[in-house]
């Protein structure tokens, strides 16, 4: 990266030179190694120095003795690791919440899969595993053996308190309203909604703990299933990741290829949510004209990958499958239909009365707690706050093509839902570039199937947001730890801020606008 | 002495059966078009072009389990939705059909007010039905019905004396029967906001709040199964009917038109259900066209501009009989 990033670290280093030792070019800019709870400095530091410093996710390590924990941190041009451990037998650590609101889930998730005590984090309690988790048992931890975990019986009635003057809506597990099962118990009082307390972890599948024990190229497929939507940016987080350790350069059209299969999925992606929105609204008529005109790009990944959603296209070094000369006309056939049906669409989103009174001001959620909470992707940048990693740090052949970053300010649902139709126009002009400047040449190059020893982070921008991924080898042909966090994650925090003291009717349209994917999240 | 010829129009034509029957094919042309316009074909499989299916439908809720939850009002739960639906079916028995209504040729003077009554009746046993069912999902929901109608009731009362003031009686045989000219074309203001708020009323989008599926998953019918969700449904499309055959008796000449041969009831009766059919495919139209609606941007909407607006009509109305219409 270029030295736009100096700044960050020398505010760090004017305020802790001797104290945390700063590996420059290690997991993303720069990596820092601290101690004895100065994390929180470190990160006061960043906070002061750049006012878009937000939390990507936090990642917790097993290294034998002690236990470490990574807080990835991103600011306007840089992407900093803040690097701490805690000894195994007492695994104390303070929070960072009262620094960065928005690691509130990932530092549960931590010390729900790995047993860190954060201290200062209000929650408690399973936020990922099943509510008859045995006690003490962490699966991430190296000396659990997941086929042994014997999960505890259920009790034989729940007894649920009762409180005659309040109202629970509950949304979910079953819930028409979630294509997923997540659970949102919501408080309302008359219609308006005082509380929402989230439970995810209906499918966790632990497809972290079972990427420790494939192979590299396994884990490709597997990190695939994490999300059926977004199945190849999944799975080129974790290529990406890979190829940093070995330190692999991708051939030019491999690179060109990725971005393509990237954008289909982007593509649709956001056709199937700005449909599913005008289903939430009770517009059916939006809902199955959107979900036509995405058919043809599913016919695309079929012709690009070879299936209709698991393309399965990315692999260590390249791409599996190289793009035939004679199926591009189809391609811009396709794109070129698409694009002359945008203009009904777009107006249709701008100027249809019922549309604008159900998404205008609802769910408004500022720019300062935009970037507070740290969310991610159309959610950030429908209330201003710019991020996008196809710009920010691009990678693959997205700084070579030209496209716009896509900002609306006023935050509500009706803003996030407008990045994604003016996205669709960029999708549709990156893919016709990325298809007429297709360089010639290898689609793929050879890699070893053992990882040297190292570790890396890789970023991308999946359609609901900047995906991560943190891989950690061991020179074995086994990953020692595969970190995700997907954006629906990130996202949720902005969701139960923006919910409270609204109509219980605009939960569905607020909730659908952060495009929320759930298997995703539980992993 | 027994009747027959009564008996046979209460049970037959232009009775139960026959609107029954029509209740619905209506709903298969709703279906069907709704389907259309979104891209879709709709019902297909039974009968030619699937319109068996709501008779399907209807049979295959008949033949499910019944399940009553344990903390539900047993006796409202259980005969709400049938005493709906047999209200809705004595009101439209009121109405001119093939000439006359069902029991009696002429009607009686006021018959208009009692079927709006009715139509209210009806509505508050939905609400009944889901508040008996002592689900949350179901008590938002018939809080929203209550709500809406109370709301929607007024304007269409006052709208629905815009063609009795016009005709100068509260009788509907007397309003249907005495439109040399269409009222549609006399009072299209009123005609207009009749069709809104009979859409607000029958729980259409864009006000079709009570049952939003994405907030309240069933509605008032979360709890319902078997045979009494088969009535509550049939409830529905028994009110569409009703509420499309109100606007053709008050605004659409009724059943008249031109009679070319043979019976005039026959000819009667096919020009109620082309009329009748017409109303509903553009009801339908307006439900596929609109997002729903939040509750209080539907209260809003007829607080402030529906009944303002009935009220401005009735106003309209009056001064166009007293000294336009004469001239005329």
Request: net charge negative; aromatic share 10%.
């Amino acid at each position: 990266m270029p030295n736009s990033n100096i700044d960050i670290i020398s505010a760090i280093e004017s305020k802790l030179k001797d104290k945390v030792q700063i590996h420059l070019g290690q997991l993303g800019t720069a990596a820092i190694n601290t101690s004895n709870g100065l994390h929180r400095d470190v990160l006061k530091a960043m906070v002061e120095a750049d006012e878009k410093t937000a939390i990507s996710a936090i990642t917790g390590l097993d290294l034998g003795a002690n236990l470490g924990i990574l807080y990835h941190i991103r600011t306007s041009n840089a992407f900093i690791t803040i690097r701490a451990e805690v000894p195994k037998d007492n695994p104390k650590i303070q929070t960072i919440t009262d620094i960065i609101p928005g690691a509130v889930f990932h530092e549960f998730e931590v010390s729900d899969l790995l047993g860190v005590v954060f201290e200062g984090n209000s929650l408690s309690g399973h936020f990922v595993l099943s509510e008859y988790w045995p006690e003490g048992v962490y699966p991430l931890r190296k000396d659990v053996k997941a086929n042994e975990v014997k999960l505890n019986p259920p009790p034989a009635e729940v007894k649920q308190p009762e409180d005659k003057n309040i109202v629970k809506i509950i949304i979910g597990p079953q819930h028409p309203a979630l294509l997923e099962p997540e659970k949102f118990a919501v408080t309302v009082e008359g219609e308006t909604v005082t509380k929402v307390e989230p439970r995810i972890g209906y499918v966790h599948r632990g497809i972290e703990k079972a990427s420790e024990s494939r192979t590299y190229v396994q884990d490709v497929y597997l990190v695939e299933r994490i999300c059926g939507i977004c199945n190849a940016c999944h799975a080129y987080g974790f290529v990406g990741a890979v190829e940093k350790i070995l330190k692999t350069e991708v051939p030019p059209r491999a690179k060109y290829l990725r971005v393509i299969t990237l954008e289909l999925n982007r593509l649709h992606s956001h056709l199937l949510t700005l449909g599913h929105a005008g289903l939430e609204i009770g517009y059916e008529t939006l809902f199955q004209y959107f979900w036509r005109d995405r058919e043809p790009i599913m016919d695309l990944i079929e012709l690009t990958g070879g299936n209709r959603v698991y393309a399965s296209l990315m692999t260590v070094g390249g791409v599996r499958r190289d793009l035939k000369d004679s199926d591009i006309p189809k391609i811009k056939t396709t794109l070129e239909n698409l694009r002359k049906k945008l203009p009904f669409y777009r107006q249709l989103y701008e100027n249809e009365p019922s549309i604008k009174a159900r998404m205008q001001n609802v769910g408004v959620l500022k720019r300062e707690d935009a970037i507070k909470l740290s969310v991610v992707g159309p959610v950030a940048r429908g209330s201003g706050y710019d991020i996008d990693v196809r710009k920010d740090e691009p990678y693959e052949a997205y700084g070579e093509i030209p496209f716009k970053k896509i900002v609306y300010t006023s935050g509500d649902t009706w803003a996030r839902m407008n990045v994604r139709m003016d996205e669709v126009e960029e999708s549709i002009n990156i893919i016709e570039y990325a298809v007429d400047h297709l360089p010639a040449g290898p689609f793929r190059v050879d890699v070893p199937r053992n990882v040297t020893a190292g570790e890396a982070v890789s970023r991308n921008e999946a359609p609901r947001g900047e995906l991560f991924y943190y891989v950690k080898s061991n020179g074995t042909a086994y990953p020692e730890r595969v970190k995700v966090r997907t954006p629906t994650f990130a996202n949720i925090p902005s969701f139960l801020k923006t919910a409270i003291g609204e109509n219980i009717a605009d939960v569905p349209p607020n909730f659908v606008s952060l495009d929320p994917c759930f298997s995703c999240t539980d992993r | 002495m027994i009747d027959f010829d009564l008996i046979l129009r209460i049970l037959i034509f232009p009775g139960f059966t026959f609107i029954l029957l029509l209740t619905l094919f209506c709903e298969w042309v709703e279906r069907k078009l709704e389907a259309r316009l979104q891209n879709r074909v709709g019902p297909m499989v039974a009968g030619p072009g699937g319109i068996l299916q709501p008779l399907a439908d209807f049979i295959k809720l008949l033949t499910k389990e019944e399940i009553e939850p344990r903390d539900a009002k047993k006796t409202v739960f259980k005969f709400a939705p049938l005493i709906a639906f047999t209200i809705m079916v004595f009101a439209i028995c009121f109405l001119p059909i093939d000439g006359a209504s069902v029991l009696s040729t002429t009607g009686f003077n006021g018959d208009l007010i009692l079927i709006l009554t009715f139509s209210t009746i009806a509505s508050f046993l939905l609400f009944l039905s889901g508040w008996a069912s002592c689900n949350p999902y179901g008590t938002i929901s018939s809080a929203r019905v209550l709500t809406q109608f109370l709301g929607y009731d007024i304007p269409l009362f006052l709208l629905a004396l815009t063609p009795a003031f016009i005709a100068g009686s509260l009788s509907i045989f007397v309003i249907a029967s005495s439109q040399t000219v269409p009222y549609i074309l006399l009072a299209p203001w009123a005609f207009v906001l009749f069709i809104i708020a009979m859409q607000a009323e029958l729980e259409k989008d864009p006000f079709d709040v009570p049952d939003a599926e994405s907030e309240l998953v069933g509605g008032l019918e979360t709890e319902y199964t078997g045979g009494k969700l088969a009535f509550l449904h049939l409830t529905r499309s028994v009110q569409i009917v009703f509420g499309a055959a109100l606007v053709v008796e008050l605004f659409l000449d009724g059943p008249h038109g031109p009679v070319f041969f043979g019976l005039p009831a026959f000819w009667y009766s096919l020009w109620f259900v082309l009329k009748l059919l017409a109303v509903v495919i553009v009801t339908e139209y307006i439900t596929t066209l609109f997002a729903r609606l939040r509750i209080d941007q539907v209260l809003s909407a007829n607080w402030r501009i529906i009944l303002p607006a009935a009220i401005l009509s009735l106003m309209l109305t009056v001064a166009m009989v007293t000294w336009v219409y004469p001239l005329v």
